[in-house]
């Protein structure tokens, strides 16, 4: 079961590289944005990110669903940081004293 899970993990962190280098490449044939200023342009819904970085958890977050951010206390997967933050806030409480609650 371990190797079927790194085998998942190893086909999606390939197509989320996929997927960001083809935006990339379509984001340096397109040139910079009208103000002059840096951007990508994400390949698959043209949304305009700041940066590469931006570019990633775009594509992670939205289109692959990659719940990436853990909860340090119980463990519970998030797709976005601000999740896991309200989640701590919510579940455990805002110190962090309320373990598991649910």
Do not use: Y
């Amino acid at each position: 079961m371990g190797r079927q899970t790194g085998v998942r993990k190893e086909v999606v962190q390939d197509v989320l590289e996929s997927a960001v280098q083809q935006s990339l490449v379509n984001t340096a044939s397109a040139g910079n944005s009208a103000t002059g200023e840096a951007s990508c342009v994400c390949h698959i819904c043209s949304a305009v990110l700041k940066n590469p970085l931006s570019l990633r958890s775009h594509i992670q977050g939205i289109h692959l669903a990659i719940k990436s951010r853990r909860c340090n206390i119980c463990g519970e997967s998030f797709l976005w940081r601000m999740q896991v933050t309200r989640h701590k806030k919510h579940v455990h409480g805002a110190d962090g004293s309320q373990l598991l609650v649910r």
